[in-house]
RNA sequence: GCGGGCGUCGCCAAGUGGUUAAGGCAGCGGCUUGUGGCGCCGCUAUUCGGGGGUUCGAAUCCCCUCGCUCGCCCCA
């Protein structure tokens, strides 16, 4: 094939899936809304500086995975791997977070150079919402609440919530320590990767899915045990709030967040049913982000959504709706009629779908039949003669079992109003 | 970057060395010059991702290459 084709890992949305996409932003579009969320929208194109101070240059979305180029300017671009490092950025740069809160939502393509395959594209797209200036653990449990809200109204099945606390950031260090030395006494045993990462980037070693490794980290000290009594009271406050709303987590002292920037509570929602990428929704507290980008302290929390992955998960449960009216017409003065009825009644918020092809009534009337219209309006040379439409009902009594070809309505053409009426009854 | 699987019509797919490359779906036309689910008839790949080679002969064997897909790493 000599054709020209997409990047790898760019997909096309074609026309039949765009109503999966359209039916999944309507829905979040409508519970952020109820939420009072308000929407930010930020370039898809950054100076590669914003992710290498905002991620972390430790982590492997910085480390391998960024599509970077140099512009026309020299300048080193790229493309945002997520979201947050541009909200920040953005709300920094104007100054938004001095005039109070902020309680944020975005959705959009997303960019990552990795191997595609299930749930994980180069070019994919993930909705987020993020929360400043609101540093008690009400908001974490609002927030999550929103995720898991979100993800059960799509119908989603065998979802689970997973809860960490990473500290603030001396827990960290002070853990990071312990757990170094501890390891270092036990490098032989670890896997190639996790040797590397044991100064690199230790926390993420309780990652790993070699079993051997895991084997070994049972026994090795947690994070959980050296947070400091603040760390921890906030651990418990935010737990007790999400039971006392009924919203059924478990606890996972392996949960680590990829990404530089967390700090406090870590969370994931998992789905079993994912194929190897079981992480539809991750998230966490990064109360240094905003200081460590050049703006003022300013505590943050946020999660993101894979859009991609959702619709794995969710696609079955949705449903469309069909035309109204599938408009039969043939003969050169009925097309020019047919058209302009079909705009009026389009006016009124009828679906039509009108049939230009000029062949047979019989082959329109089996498009009508296949695209599941509720009425065939016909009209045809007889029509015009006798100046009115025909409204036919399509479909079948199921009690029958047969097409019931008696229900037709005859509508004088200067009578829309009648027209609408039936239709709409 | 590294493994496994796969690449035959818009989609699904048979064929695994021998004259014309099954079939199904969708599409178009007809049976029915104006009436729908079904049925019947006809049309739709000089060509098997691309390039080389072996052979009298290749979609079928070999080599290279490109692409897709699943997984590893990591993440949403």
Redesign the pocket.
């Known amino acids: 094939?000599?054709n020209l084709?997409?990047?790898?890992?760019m997909?096309d949305l074609l026309p039949d899936q765009t109503p999966f996409w359209q039916k999944i932003e309507s829905v979040f579009r409508d519970h952020f809304s109820r939420a009072g969320l308000k929407e930010i929208r930020t370039p898809l194109l950054e100076v590669t500086e914003l992710f290498s101070r905002g991620i972390g240059e430790g982590?492997?979305?910085v480390g391998?995975?960024m599509y970077t180029f140099l512009d026309r300017g020299e300048r080193s671009c790229t493309l945002r791997p997520?979201g947050t490092a541009s909200v920040a950025r953005a709300l920094i740069q104007h100054g938004l977070l001095k005039q109070g809160p902020l309680r944020l939502w975005y959705s959009g393509p997303?960019f990552?150079y990795?191997?595609?395959?299930?749930?994980?594209?180069r070019q994919?797209?993930?909705v987020g919402v993020e929360f400043f200036g609101l540093s008690s653990e009400i908001n974490d449990a609002e927030l999550i609440s929103i995720a898991w809200d979100l993800l059960n109204d799509f119908g989603v099945k065998d979802l689970k919530l997973e809860l960490n606390s990473l500290g603030n950031q001396e827990d960290r260090k002070k853990y990071q320590d312990k757990i170094v030395n501890w390891l270092e006494n036990r490098v032989e045993l670890l896997d190639e990767?996790?040797q590397k990462?044991l100064y690199k980037n230790p926390l993420?070693?309780f990652?790993?899915?070699?079993p051997s490794t895991q084997d070994l980290l049972k026994d090795a000290p947690l994070l959980i045990n050296s947070l400091c009594n603040e760390s921890r009271l906030r651990l418990e406050k935010l737990m007790d709030i999400l039971r006392a709303l009924e919203i059924p987590f478990s606890q996972n002292f392996r949960l680590?967040?990829?990404?530089d920037y967390y700090s406090h509570t870590a969370f994931?929602?998992t789905s079993n049913q994912l194929?190897?990428?079981?992480?539809?929704?991750?998230?966490g507290r990064y109360d240094s982000l905003i200081n460590q980008l050049g703006g003022l302290e300013t505590s943050a929390i946020g999660?993101?959504?894979?859009?991609?992955?959702l619709l794995l998960l969710a696609q079955d449960s949705f449903t469309f709706s069909f035309p109204d009216v599938y408009f039969?017409n043939?003969?050169q003065n009925?097309e020019l009629l047919a058209l302009s009825i079909t705009r009026k009644l389009r006016s009124k918020g009828i679906f039509v779908e009108i049939d230009n092809?000029s062949?047979?009534?019989?082959?329109q009337?089996?498009?009508?039949?296949?695209c599941k219209a509720k009425w065939?309006l016909?009209?045809?040379?007889?029509?015009?003669?006798n100046n009115e439409l025909?409204l036919?009902?399509?479909?079948?009594?199921?009690s029958?079992?047969?097409?019931?070809?008696t229900?037709?309505v005859l509508v004088p053409i200067n009578n829309i109003d009648i027209l609408i009426k039936t239709i709409l009854a």
């Not at 990652?207 to 070699?210: A, C, P, Q, R």
């Not at 194929?275 to 998230?283: D, E, F, L, N, V």
């Not at 036919?392 to 199921?398: A, N, P, Q, Y």
């Open positions: 094939m000599n084709r997409n990047l790898r890992g997909n982590t492997d979305v391998k995975e997520e997303m990552r990795e191997r595609p395959q299930a749930g994980r594209l994919f797209h993930q990767d996790s990462r993420r070693i990652d790993s899915k070699v680590v967040r990829g990404l994931e929602i194929g190897a990428q079981s992480t539809i929704c991750g998230g999660w993101a959504i894979g859009i991609e992955r039969v043939k003969g009925a092809s062949s047979s009534f019989s082959k009337f089996k498009r009508a039949d296949r065939a016909v009209l045809g040379e007889d029509e015009i003669l025909r036919k009902k399509l479909g079948r009594d199921e029958l079992n047969e097409i019931d070809k229900k037709e």
